[in-house]
């Protein structure tokens, strides 16, 4: 899963979850445990929690807050385990 993380790097992609649970957004970064997402901070995704602006994903590690680091607050940077994705799939746009 790394290794397709890192060719999809700067892409559009879908990201499948273990429990089934389906995300877009951009892969900003992958390390040898985690992957880096953009994603679109007008979406609503039930697995994001408000807590102190800091956002959780299911597994209980740190997203960043709206905005982080993106002009307009258009984004939110979340950050999963490589562990918890079933499936990354590349959106044409």
């Known amino acids: 899963m ?3 993380c ?11 979850l273990m429990d089934g649970y389906q995300m877009d957004g951009i892969v900003l970064d992958v ?3 985690y992957v880096h997402l953009a994603i ?7 697995y994001v929690e408000e807590d102190d602006d800091e956002y959780r994903n299911p597994y209980g590690y740190p997203g960043y807050g709206y905005g ?3 002009p307009g607050g258009r984004f939110r940077r979340l950050v999963l385990p490589l ?5 990354l ?5």
């Open 2 to 4: 790394m290794d397709m």
């Open 6 to 16: 890192k060719q999809h790097k700067n892409q559009y992609v879908i990201v499948q």
């Open 31 to 33: 390390d040898d445990e």
């Open 40 to 46: 679109p901070a007008d979406e609503q995704y039930d």
């Open 68 to 70: 982080y680091g993106y």
């Open 83 to 87: 562990v918890g994705l079933a499936a």
């Open 89 to 93: 799939s590349l959106i044409p746009w």
